[in-house]
Nanobody, 116 residues
Framework: QVQLVESGGGLVQPGGSLRLSCTASGTILSIYSMGWYRQAPGKQRELVANIIGAGTPTYADSVKGRFTLSRDNAKNTVYLQMNSLKPEDTAVYYC??????????WGQGTQVTVSS
């Protein structure tokens, strides 16, 4: 079983930046992927950014050029750098990890609010 701890959410003005962090702990056998989802009230949860193994991160079209996913394998941590934030980025952001042995795990979610 993998536990995910998220941090970095908050309130920011349009055009501002935030960096989210997600650290995995517990029984980590074989990480297949790590990524970020977000969900706004009344809307379906959507994939924001994802990385599979040692591959290249992928991004939703709505955040390309503004968000950057990175990872520190030694710390079992994945980051989401969010720049040029827009009001439509307001959502609860969830870390998602898939372990090939134990399956998927979700973080508790961290609120990101973009408002003037």
């Amino acid at each position: 079983q993998v536990q995910l701890v998220e941090s970095g959410g908050g309130l920011v003005q349009p055009g501002g930046s935030l960096r989210l962090s997600c650290t995995a702990s517990g029984t980590i056998l074989s990480i297949y992927s790590m990524g970020w989802y977000r969900q706004a009230p009344g809307k379906q949860r959507e994939l924001v950014a994802n990385i599979i193994g040692a591959g290249t991160p992928t991004y939703a079209d709505s955040v390309k050029g503004r968000f950057t996913l990175s990872r520190d394998n030694a710390k079992n941590t994945v980051y989401l750098q969010m720049n040029s934030l827009k009001p439509e980025d307001t959502a609860v952001y969830y870390c998602r990890t898939i372990d090939t042995i134990t399956g998927g795990s979700w973080g508790q979610g961290t609120q990101v609010t973009v408002s003037s």
